[in-house]
């Protein structure tokens, strides 16, 4: 029998090297928020599964403007 991988309970530490302008992404969502590059970080990629997941079903991901106008938004 295979054993099962379970999820880590702790955290986890990555190295990663970023584009420029995820760089410049994070840089302004830390003025913009007060938030750490951590918090910025962990919150990007935990969106980006939820969006991720909701795709892989047939969802369509939208915005809706002030003036109710709807975008759809294409995540490449």
């Known amino acids: 029998m295979t054993p099962v991988k379970s999820r880590p309970q702790g955290n986890e530490r990555y190295s990663v090297t970023l584009v420029p302008p995820a760089v410049d992404a994070i ?5 913009a928020t007060g938030l750490t590059k951590t918090d ?5 990629v935990q969106i980006y599964a939820f ?3 909701r795709m892989a079903k047939g969802n369509d991901v939208m915005l809706r403007s002030p003036s109710g106008d709807y975008e759809r938004v294409h995540i490449v």
């Open 51 to 53: 969006l991720e997941e």
């Open 40 to 44: 910025v970080i962990n919150r990007a």
């Open 27 to 31: 840089s302004k969502l830390v003025d």
